[in-house]
């Protein structure tokens, strides 16, 4: 049971002396999986880091940390995957990187339990919700099927001015910053 269940907690749990690949090597050897060099190509490719995989984690940026802290989660394909606050502390372009880090494993059949206070990224991410509240599930469905719990939708012209976050994903031309400006 433990080979199928994997976890990232809140924060990354990278060492930091080690560079990307031996992160990965060091964690499928501990979970001894056959031909761990290979697993570790595998994850950086699959994650976008095969560029940075020699150098040191210390030198990665905090979208990378946590793309690679997932990564090692993934060593051995267990097919569930715990996510704690995956985008905790990290700037607009590197919560994308993880929003596209997370779509990916859902689409590759892993399943992906999000614990998020960030309710915009439960939104984005997830096929089914379970609103928490002073330790008990007290609401849980489809995005669709909570929003059925509420009135009727009201139509009125608004004028939006872009958020903050847009402005700057717009600038620095981020990936996914079309994403962003369409919500």
Known sequence: MRSAISLTGQFA???EV????ENLVLI????????????AD???ARF???DAAGRAAS???GGMRRRLDIAMSLVGDPSVVFLDEPTTGLDPQARLEVWDAVRGLA??????????QYLEEAEHLADRIAILHEGRIIAEGTLAELRALFPPVTREYVEKQPSLEQIFLAIVGATGATEAEAS
């Open 13 to 15: 749990a990278v060492d």
């Open 42 to 44: 595998d994850l950086l």
């Open 107 to 116: 689409a590759a059949g892993t399943t992906v339990l999000l614990t998020t």
């Open 48 to 50: 976008s880091l095969t």
């Open 59 to 61: 030198t990665y940026s």
């Open 18 to 21: 080690l560079t990307g690949r």
């Open 28 to 39: 499928a050897r501990l979970r001894h999986v056959a031909d761990p060099h290979r697993v």
